[in-house]
C-alpha cells in the first residue's frame, strides 16, 4: 500500500505525470482513499484535472503550432510583419477596472534571427511614474517565452510552463488570431490600442485638483466646454476613491492613490502591423510611455536554443 502510494506522489510531481496519472490512478484499489477528505486523494485529483487540461492544451499546441513552423520558416517581408496583443488580469477586477500593476499586458509575435526562429511570448505590466504611467521595459517585464517550444509542465527558462494554462491557452488564441490576419482573413490595425487610465485620489484632494494638458485641451474644443467642467462631469467614485482620467491630471503624479487601467473598452486580443519591432513597440500615449520590446530576462544564444527546442520537440513527440 505505501509503495503504491509513494508511487502516486512520486509521478504527481515529475514532468511526465499529465502523460501516465491515468494509467497509475486506475490501476489503485478505491480502499486506497476510504476517507473523502483524505489529503492525498485531493492532491491526486487536483493534479489529475490540472495536467488533463495541460494535455488538451499540449495537443492544441500540436495542431496549430508546431505543424506549422515548416511553414513559418522563412522570414516574412517587413510590409507584413504583425504582431498579436492580448492581456491578463493577475489581481482583482472590479467595474472593469483593475489597477495597472495588475494588468498584464501579452505580446506575441514571429523572430527571426541567426538562423533561428521563434515565437516570441512576452507580458508586461505598468507602474506609477512622474509623468503617468511606465508599460513594460526591464523593470516592467513579467516573463519573455520562446512559444515555438513545446509548453511543458514544470518548464523553466524559454519554455512556457504548461501548468499555467491561462497563459498557455492565451498564446494559442493569439497565435490563431495572427494567422488570421496574415491569410487575410481580417484587418490588422496601424496602432496598439493600450486601455484608458484614470488616476485615483482621496475624496478631499480630488475637490482640489485643476485639469492640465492638450487631451484636455482637445476636449474643451471639441465640447465648447470649460477644464473643470469636464472634470466634473467625468469624475466617479471608485472603492472610496475619486477617479479622474490621468491624461488629464498626470501633473499631480504626487497625489494619486493609485492608476486604475479600464478593460471596458479596451480589446481582448488585437493584432496591430509592424514595421520595425525595435521601434514600433515603444512610444509615447498622452500620459503612458510603452517599451513591448526591452525585457529583463536575457535572451539565450541562438544555439542553445535550438538545442532546447529539438530535444522538447522530441521528447513532445514521443
Known amino acids: 500500500m505505501a509503495d503504491r502510494l509513494h508511487c502516486v506522489l512520486t509521478a504527481a510531481t515529475s514532468p511526465s505525470f499529465f502523460i ?3 494509467t497509475v490512478r486506475g490501476a489503485l484499489p478505491s480502499s486506497s482513499f476510504i476517507y473523502r477528505n483524505n489529503p492525498i486523494r485531493e492532491f491526486v485529483m487536483q493534479r489529475t484535472f490540472s495536467h488533463a487540461t495541460g494535455l488538451s492544451l499540449l495537443q ?3 495542431r496549430q503550432i508546431r505543424r506549422n513552423l515548416s511553414r513559418e520558416s522563412r522570414p516574412r517581408p517587413r510590409s507584413r510583419l504583425q ?3 492580448g492581456y491578463q488580469s493577475r489581481g482583482p477586477v472590479v467595474d472593469q477596472l483593475t489597477e495597472v500593476d495588475h494588468l498584464v499586458i501579452v505580446i506575441l509575435y514571429h523572430q527571426h ?4 526562429r521563434a515565437i516570441r511570448l512576452a507580458g508586461f505590466t505598468g507602474s506609477k511614474v512622474r509623468w503617468g504611467v511606465q508599460w513594460g521595459g526591464p523593470l516592467g517585464s513579467k516573463f519573455d517565452k520562446d512559444f515555438s517550444l513545446p509548453p511543458m509542465p514544470g518548464a523553466k ?5 504548461l501548468d499555467q494554462s491561462e497563459l498557455v491557452e492565451l498564446g494559442i488564441r493569439l497565435h490563431r488570431q495572427l494567422q488570421n490576419h496574415q491569410r487575410g482573413q481580417r484587418r490588422s490595425s496601424r496602432r496598439m490600442r493600450l486601455p484608458n487610465l484614470w488616476a485615483a485620489f482621496e475624496p478631499s484632494v480630488a475637490a482640489d485638483v485643476s485639469g492640465d494638458g492638450p487631451e484636455l485641451d482637445t476636449m474643451c474644443r471639441r465640447t465648447g466646454k470649460a477644464p473643470a467642467e469636464l472634470l466634473d462631469e467625468y469624475s466617479h467614485n471608485h472603492l ?5 482620467p490621468l491624461n488629464w491630471v498626470s501633473h499631480r503624479w504626487q497625489s494619486f492613490v493609485a492608476v486604475y487601467a479600464d478593460l471596458a473598452r479596451f480589446p481582448k486580443r488585437q493584432v496591430i502591423r509592424i514595421r520595425r519591432f525595435a ?3 515603444q512610444g509615447y500615449r498622452g500620459a503612458s510611455e510603452f517599451d513591448f520590446y526591452h525585457s529583463r530576462f536575457g535572451r539565450r544564444k541562438a544555439k542553445s536554443l ?3 527546442r529539438r530535444s522538447s520537440i522530441a521528447l513532445c513527440a514521443a
Open 240 to 244: 472610496g476613491s475619486t477617479l479622474l
Open 157 to 161: 527558462g524559454k519554455q512556457v510552463d
Open 279 to 281: 521601434t514600433d513597440l
Open 306 to 308: 535550438r538545442r532546447q
Open 60 to 62: 492544441t499546441w500540436n
Open 113 to 116: 534571427s541567426a538562423g533561428n
Open 83 to 85: 504582431a498579436a496583443v
Open 20 to 22: 501516465a496519472l491515468t
